[in-house]
Nanobody
Framework: QVQLVESGGGLVQPGGSLRLSCAAS????????MSWYRQAPGKERELVAS????????SYADSVKGRFTISRDNAKNTVYLQMNNLRPEDTAVYYC???????WGQGTQVTVSS
């Protein structure tokens, strides 16, 4: 049974940091590109960052470049999203996704507010 379980969300002040984690099971994690998406209230879900199966290739949405870093640990079947210098517009539910198999996690809420 495929599972993607996100954690690490919460409430943070503008300029703060959070690290999201997504623990995967039920498939061979190291074979697949993994991605983080987010969805703010009233908006469409958008791609935030992706990382190739080996971790050597990454890509980011323009809105998060230089602030967010995606990484993975294939030994732990986990993908991470380090988020620095957070802004109120980063407030959203963040989801991880197995990009090729189209599996989604349940999401974790990130709220940036003073």
């Amino acid at each position: 049974q495929v599972q993607l379980v996100e954690s690490g969300g919460g409430l943070v002040q503008p300029g703060g940091s959070l690290r999201l984690s997504c623990a995967a099971s039920g498939f061979t994690f190291s074979d697949y590109t993994m991605s983080w998406y987010r969805q703010a209230p009233g908006k469409e879900r958008e791609l935030v960052a992706s990382i190739t199966s080996t971790g050597r290739g990454t890509s980011y949405a323009d809105s998060v470049k230089g602030r967010f870093t995606i990484s993975r640990d294939n030994a732990k079947n986990t993908v991470y999203l380090q988020m620095n210098n957070l802004r109120p517009e980063d407030t959203a539910v963040y989801y991880c996704k197995n990009q090729q198999l189209n599996y989604w996690g349940q999401g974790t809420q990130v709220t940036v507010s003073s």
